[in-house]
């Protein structure tokens, strides 16, 4: 079975521009997390989807992050008009049926977005 | 919200010696305690996790304890090998929440 998968894996983009990071659940995994890490700490929840639903969004930021699971195709976080503080590694995470049904979130490999 | 604090931030044992990382969560209503590994590059990776109708459990050399009362959990390794140094993460959340909350990490090193 294939993990997690996320790409791009490494994105640079200059200040103002946009950054969309993609994330496909392993297979049969209709829940979808977001993190983000800064470096040298510990992740921090960002936004958590169910197909075409965004169930919580209580770690995003209010202003210029999005994140979607549509029906067909990846989940999308997508940056607008990035800063510099905005670099860092994202995480994108999968369940099947989530942890309240006593389920596991499992981890891909991260994008890391540098902001020059 | 949910607070978690994890010690020591570094930790540093002989290959072969044990290590043990702990947790301390303030949310007594957490009822879920997973264990992720981190290697340098890559994702975290769930390498063991607890609920609370539990108080320990054991995989191969590596345990995790908890006690609720005091709300502190706990990641032993034993037997290090050298394989075993990344930097490791607790996390915790609470029955009807999906969101986890993560530890600051502790950079295990396994001194050949």
């Known amino acids: 079975n294939a993990g997690v998968m996320q790409n791009p894996r490494h994105l640079v983009r200059r200040r103002g521009q946009e950054a969309r990071l993609r994330c496909s659940p392993m297979?049969?995994?209709?829940?979808v997390y977001w993190y983000r890490q800064l470096p040298e700490e510990g992740l921090k929840f960002m936004v958590y989807?169910?197909?075409?639903?965004?169930?919580?969004e209580s770690g995003m930021p209010k202003e210029r992050f999005s994140a979607e699971f549509p029906k067909e195709g990846p989940s999308i976080l997508r940056i607008q008009q990035v800063v510099r503080g905005d670099s860092a590694a994202y995480f994108c995470?999968?369940?099947?049926?989530?942890?309240?049904?006593?389920?596991?979130?499992?981890f891909g490999p991260g994008t890391r977005l540098t902001v020059l | 919200g949910e607070n978690v604090e994890q010690h020591p931030s570094t930790l540093s044992v002989q290959e072969g010696d044990s290590a043990v990382i702990k947790c301390t969560y303030s949310?007594?209503?957490?009822?879920?305690f997973p264990w992720y590994k981190q290697e340098l590059g890559k994702g975290p990776q769930l390498i063991i996790d607890?609920?609370?109708?539990?108080g320990e459990k054991k995989d191969q050399r590596i345990a995790v304890t908890l006690n609720k009362t005091a709300k502190h959990f706990s990641l032993h390794i034993t037997e290090t090998q050298p394989e075993d140094s990344a930097v490791y993460f607790c996390?915790?959340?609470?029955?009807?929440?999906?969101?986890?909350?993560f530890g600051t990490g502790t950079r295990l090193t396994i001194i050949p």
């Open positions: 995470a999968s369940s099947q049926t989530g942890l309240a049904d006593t389920d596991t979130q499992y």
């Open positions: 297979k049969g995994h209709s829940h």
């Open positions: 989807l169910q197909k075409e639903n965004i169930i919580d």
């Open positions: 949310d007594s209503a957490s009822n879920y």
């Open positions: 607890i609920r609370s109708n539990v």
């Open positions: 996390a915790t959340t609470n029955f009807g929440n999906e969101k986890l909350t």
